[in-house]
């Protein structure tokens, strides 16, 4: 086992992050013995990692700051770091290493104020680790104010310290940015590596792993949920029957409401368990009483916490959201696949039937017209737009289509 075992179908990448982890440990090493530092190093102060959505960028980036940490002994003996298994790869893999911080889109945008703190710590010496790693799971958020702070600290960084920013595609990260870090693109794995990977990591049966991997096209989260969730598996199933429910203006607008309180839901589980345990480690660490009394002086930053998970629980809607967009988009282009003849797979084997159903119903510039309606229901939602009124539109067009 080792860091890079969770980064599906990503071998080169693995490899180049592999050897500049090598490169940075010899650096480290050399820096602490006043030896001179090995040449043509391929270790650099900032690196952008790049690639659709479920790639694995963020892993990747993740898998690399363990990596930079690792301090297992077997380093000494020639061994690459990343072994998995130290302290120094253990906390940093579960976020809870002191020397990698990670900044990631609370709500639309990373704030300036959101940046403020990282981009201070940046600046110094690791405490305890080998390199102080910043990680900006969402560099794309970054609005102005917050960019300019990530450029200045990416110009004229501390000795040992490393910028990963993960962004969809280099065009969503400021040129100036970008132009000072080391590009990676990671690809969508293949459904068999995907599948391969829940075989081996998850457990899940050959069949029931393929079927997951091949519903999310190679989404390696997506994948992972679909495979070990009953309840998202329920989800993906009542949206692919939406098609079908969009005969009249009665049936639209009940399956607008229906996937947006489907949503909503979703976000509410998932937010009642990282908040509550969230609010917890905060109040352990502020020193509550064991009645869960706060100290004087500390109803601040408990309300700067609660106002941050309320923006949380925003995006967190608008991400599930988009994920039964995401599907509803996958199953039209499989009744497209279908009209033309096409031999691309399809992703939703599981409900040929209606595929084929729909296929015979419709034409193909019918079906790239529903399509289309779904993608500007995504764009609405990132102008902000009110999510009812967003997928009701979408929906009224998918009857029209």
Partial sequence: ??????????????????????????????TTAHTPPPEASKMTHAWLFTGPPGAGRNQAARAFAAALQCVSPDRALGGAPGCGFCDGCHTALVGTHADVSTVAAVGAQILADDMRDTVRKSFTSPANGRWQVILVEDAE?????????????????????VWLLCAPSVEDVLPTIRSRCRHLNLSTPSVDAVADMLVRREGVEPAAALAAARATQGHVDRARRLATDPAARERRAAVLKLPLRVDDIGGCLKS???????????????????????????????????????????????KDLEDKQKRRRTRTQRDSLDVALTDLTAFYRDVLALQLGSRVAIANADVGDTLERLARAGSPESTLR????????????????????????????????
Avoid: F, H, Y
């Avoid at 970054?142 to 501390?158: D, G, I």
């Avoid at 839901?265 to 509550?276: M, P, T």
């Fill in 141 to 161: 958020r970054l609005n102005e104010k917050s960019a300019n702070a990530v450029l200045k600290a990416v110009e004229e960084p501390a000795p040992r310290t």
């Fill in 370 to 401: 529903r399509i289309e309606a779904i993608a500007a229901c995504r764009e609405a939602l990132d102008r902000n737009v009110a999510p009812l009124l967003a997928v009701e539109a979408m929906t009224m067009a998918l009857r029209a289509g």
């Fill in 1 to 30: 086992m080792s860091v890079w075992d969770d980064l599906v179908g990503q071998e080169k990448v693995s490899e180049q992050l592999g050897a500049a982890a090598r490169d940075a440990d010899a650096l480290v090493t050399a």
């Fill in 256 to 302: 607008a409401q229906e996937l947006v309180d489907a949503a909503a839901e979703d976000a509410k589980q998932l937010a009642e368990e990282r908040d509550g345990k969230e609010t917890e480690e905060l109040k352990t660490a502020m020193g509550a009483s064991q009645g869960g009394r706060m100290p004087r002086g500390t109803a601040g930053v408990m």
